[in-house]
């Protein structure tokens, strides 16, 4: 007896490789105190109203989730100033991702996105035999080129994917630009704006997306209770476009895609914000941290807006990472970017950056 043959599309999937779990090291190496740097997650954890919103909800949990995330959807729509019918609700971002290549890609169709960026946009267009086509961030900097990407829209283009701030680089964009390269995108484009790490931007000349999809732009952004919210085990994630482009990605969603608990907690979290303005803050002091503690090994950060640092170690950075490992701190290496003397590392706690920082500063002296 045998299966049917799988689509031969699954064939160019490449495997996703997720930042190591504490457990598996702790078990692993026979470690305990691990630090995971490693999956942009807020070392605050959760706001402790969503933690409590849990707790109170943990025996309802026989009864299924309201499809629909009807109070989320009225609180999120309210602090956004849209209609709630603009915003659809997944099982993380992620999930939107493939909501999205569900609906609009066909075999063969293109997506244009920029590289290095978030593995997951290959993922989804090769899942549905989609083809991503790539353009190189730009300098020392990893910086948009919008005329490469202009330049790379043929007949088959449906998507161009914009990460910012981008995630591994940091990275970020400008509105003003932005908004031009719209202006000149051929009909039937749609841009897909990822801003997991907005809530981390402090530039004001980034663009909020919300102001281009009123302007009737073809613009979906995408954002997550993962990242500030804390919530990355509860996977719940949110895209913001308008009510008709909503409606067609609303037929591909599954009935119960979002938790109850995920909507509980979201909910809750929203409200939070104390425990916003401390996660920016902390973010702030891990990145000035960072930026002396490197400085001082001879190391220069891309600049970010994000919660995360791209740096280059100018060594191999799976021999800096198991080193690393060794030493309790896990870290992401730049090979799966391409980049493979680079890091990852997403800012933690004081303590957590300085351990980091001086187990890095072990490892380069034994690496170099
Ligand atoms: C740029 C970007 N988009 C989306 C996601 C996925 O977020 P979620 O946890 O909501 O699926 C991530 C997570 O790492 C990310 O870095």
């Known amino acids: 007896m045998s299966f049917p043959e799988m689509r031969s599309c699954l064939d160019l999937i490449k495997p996703y490789v997720p930042g190591k779990p504490v457990e598996e090291v702790e078990r692993e190496l026979g470690l305990s105190d691990v630090i995971k740097l490693a999956s942009n997650e807020n070392a605050l954890g959760p706001s402790p109203l969503a933690v409590k919103a849990m707790q109170e909800n943990a025996a309802k949990m026989h009864i299924y989730p309201d499809g629909n995330c009807y109070y989320l959807k009225e609180a999120l729509a309210a602090k956004l100033k849209i209609k709630p019918d603009q915003l659809l609700f997944g099982n993380g971002s992620d999930e939107i991702l493939s909501f999205l290549t569900l609906a609009l890609i066909n075999p063969g169709d293109e997506a244009v996105m920029v590289a290095p960026s978030f593995s997951e946009y290959d993922f989804a267009m090769r899942l549905m035999g989609g083809v991503p086509r790539l353009v190189p961030l730009v300098g020392s900097e990893f910086a948009y080129d919008f005329d490469a990407i202009l330049a790379a829209i043929n007949n088959q283009t449906r998507i161009i994917f914009i990460c910012s701030p981008n995630n591994p680089t940091g990275s970020h964009i400008q509105g003003a630009e932005f908004e031009k390269f719209l202006g000149k995108l051929p009909d039937k484009v749609l841009v897909v704006l990822d801003q997991a790490y907005i809530e981390y931007v402090t530039d004001p000349g980034h663009p909020d997306g919300l102001n281009l999809i009123d302007k009737g732009f073809p613009v979906i952004a995408l954002r997550t209770f993962s990242k500030i919210f804390g919530l990355a085990g509860l996977r719940i994630g949110y895209g913001i476009a308008s009510s008709a482009l909503i409606a067609g990605l609303n037929r591909v969603r599954e009935p119960f895609n979002v938790n109850a608990m995920a909507q509980k907690a979201a909910l809750a979290a929203l409200s939070d914000t104390a425990h916003l303005e401390h996660s920016v803050a902390l973010v702030e002091q891990g990145r000035k941290m960072f930026s002396a503690g490197l400085s001082a090994l001879g190391l220069k950060p891309v600049p970010d807006q994000a919660n995360f640092c791209f740096v280059d170690l100018g060594v191999d950075s799976r021999q800096a990472f198991q080193t690393l490992l060794l030493k309790g701190v896990i870290v992401r290496t730049g090979d799966i970017f391409g ?19 001086a187990a890095l500063k072990e490892v380069l002296a034994d690496l170099k």
Do not use: D, H, M, W
Request: glycine share 6%.
């Open 339 to 357: 980049y493979p003397t680079f890091i990852r590392v997403t800012y933690g706690t004081a303590e957590q950056n300085e351990r980091f920082l």
